[in-house]
């Protein structure tokens, strides 16, 4: 089944997408209440769908497929992470830590947007995409899930574009803080939700989803990897995603960006710094596509003006002012 949300006339709807129509669920319910519902009550509600319900898909405008509870974004691929890490000679070191657990942060859950819709990023210079596939979450919270537990609550996967600002994302991380402001102006799902029983026949015998993703800016293949190249499964990113902790209905978990292209920060990295492919820029499409799951776009918008300017921190005074009482002294 693939889950979708859509505007038709103005109007805001949630259902189904039926080979090339979208149906509506029934008795108004939304994408949030059917994933807290779980897949096994989804698959019921689809088995009741008329045949020739529904409207043409060519007549709605597709919306991001759900509003997530929270994003969490992995970094899993291991050749990624060996383009993002070179120096200036193209040499890359992956840190040990890395091979240790699956590391995440939480992006921007406010700044999603759907397939086709037109992004404006911060003012940047090195505007980069992000090829990834997400997991969504349905049915039951959990906490200190172990991995056969996680699977389980597993609803279904969405490509998922997260768009960087690479130069922010730099310098914010020189604090060893981050990525933040260099992320969170822009993250893309779609087009739709497809449910984990759609791709179960491509989870290999360790458990990974193995489909082809590939990246094209405007029409030329810029990088394609298997989902299959993962270094944790994504019932293992959920597991330790609910350590000492709690996942819901709803969270979006990204793969992080695959290998082989999947940004375009890798290849920069991989050339020595060299900026090529060149950084997106006002105009340029990103398309991604991933067997079985559909088409995700992206449009670059215009850049936002300059940000009202902020002064750099005030050094205080050593010894200092630790009570109102010594500020009065």
């Not at 984990?196 to 360790?206: G, I, Q, W």
């Not at 298997?226 to 597991?239: A, D, K, R, Y």
Request: one cysteine or more.
């Amino acid at each position: 089944m693939r889950i979708a949300r859509w505007t038709r006339e103005d109007v805001v709807e949630e259902g189904f997408v039926v080979g090339d129509r979208v149906v509506a669920f029934p008795d108004g319910r939304t994408v949030a209440e059917v994933l807290r519902a779980g897949l096994p009550a989804a698959q019921e509600l689809g088995a009741r769908i008329p045949e020739g319900a529904g409207v043409p898909l060519a007549e709605v405008t597709l919306l991001a497929p759900l509003v997530p509870a929270s994003v969490r974004d992995f970094a899993v691929f291991e050749e990624h992470v060996e383009g993002m890490s070179s120096d200036a000679d193209g040499v890359s070191h992956v840190p040990e830590a890395w091979y240790r657990s699956p590391t995440f942060y939480f992006t921007n859950p406010h700044a999603i947007h759907g397939t086709g819709e037109t992004i404006r990023p911060p003012a940047t210079e090195r505007l980069d995409y992000e090829l990834e596939v997400a997991v969504v979450l349905g049915g039951e919270p959990g906490e200190d899930l172990d991995v056969a537990t996680a699977a389980e609550h597993i609803f279904g996967y969405v490509i998922m574009n997260d768009w960087s600002a690479r130069d922010l994302q730099a310098a914010e991380m020189m604090v060893r803080l981050g990525p933040a402001k260099g992320k969170d102006f822009a993250t893309s799902l779609g087009p739709w939700i497809v449910t984990a029983d759609e791709v179960a026949d491509r989870v290999d015998s360790d458990g990974f989803l193995a489909l082809r993703a590939e990246v094209f800016v405007n029409g030329v293949l810029i990088g394609h990897d298997l989902l299959s190249n993962m270094g944790w499964t994504f019932p293992e990113l959920i597991s330790y995603a609910s350590r000492a902790s709690r996942v819901l209905p709803a969270d979006v978990l990204g793969s992080g960006t695959v290998g082989n292209g999947g940004c375009l920060g890798e290849l920069w990295g991989l050339a020595g710094g060299e900026l090529t492919p060149p950084p997106l820029v006002e105009g340029d499409v990103v398309t991604m596509r991933v067997e079985r799951l559909g088409e995700l776009t992206g449009v670059v918008g215009a850049k936002r003006a300059n940000p009202h300017p902020l002064p750099p921190a005030r050094p205080r005074p050593k010894p200092r002012a630790r009570s109102i009482a010594d500020l009065q002294r």
